[in-house]
């Protein structure tokens, strides 16, 4: 089972391989033209390489930036006749924190002084916000608790203030993880046509043919 993962959700895109014999990632801080340095870099991924499925987060993060990393993915998926794992942008962040004996709160930047945030309890349903960062801090966690994403970096004084620490890598690509997740959750593969963007905040910004705010 080989599963390819690409998450463009913050400002660290990147791309992943996951179950063959040489698991590879890529990754890169880009700040516009996300298109330009993700398609060659998946392209050179999967050159050669029998894919059984993609897995894509497909938000919430950067509006621009999870349309190209959904549509690379789908493109993919589409030309490959595979399926694909679609995994919240905050969840995969969350897991790739690894173990903690501390509640894990995934933060990305959400622009206009708002934050992306979610919890994800085991055996307990998601919740995600899009909230002023100490607002969003409030209304998920109480100290101690440790913080990962590009947000917790952003928003270090606000978690720090709450009584949380930073991850040390809280800003590097959860593209290996996710990659991971498509194969351990295979069994939740759907075809490419019903992939949906989860925005969480209403925009205007979508994929050919899906109605606004979807």
């Given amino acids: 089972m080989i599963v390819l993962g690409i998450d463009t959700a913050g400002p660290v895109i990147g791309a992943a391989l996951a179950g063959g014999d040489e698991p590879r990632a890529w990754s890169e801080r880009v700040t ?68 903690s004996d501390e509640p894990v709160l995934a933060l990305l930047d959400a622009r206009k002084g708002r934050a992306y945030a979610g919890v994800f309890p085991a055996g307990l349903p998601a919740r995600e916000v899009d909230l002023p960062p100490a607002a969003a801090i409030a209304a998920l966690v109480s100290a101690p608790f440790l913080a990962t994403g590009e947000g917790a970096d952003v928003f270090r004084e606000a978690v720090e203030a709450a009584g949380g620490r930073v991850h040390p890598a809280a800003s590097e690509s959860p593209a290996a993880t996710l990659a991971r997740l498509g194969v351990n959750r295979i069994e939740t593969a759907v075809p490419a046509e019903a992939v949906r963007l989860n925005y969480i905040r209403p925009s205007d910004a979508r994929l050919p043919g899906q109605p606004p705010g979807k």
């Fill in 32 to 99: 516009r033209g996300a298109d330009a340095r993700l398609a060659p870099a998946v392209a050179s991924l999967i050159d050669g390489v029998a894919l059984d499925a993609v897995a894509v987060s497909v938000g919430p993060g950067s509006f621009t930036s999870l349309r190209v990393g959904v549509a690379t993915a789908l493109g993919v998926a589409l030309s490959r006749g595979v399926p694909v794992v679609a995994v919240s942008s905050l969840e995969v962040r969350a897991i790739a924190a690894g173990e």
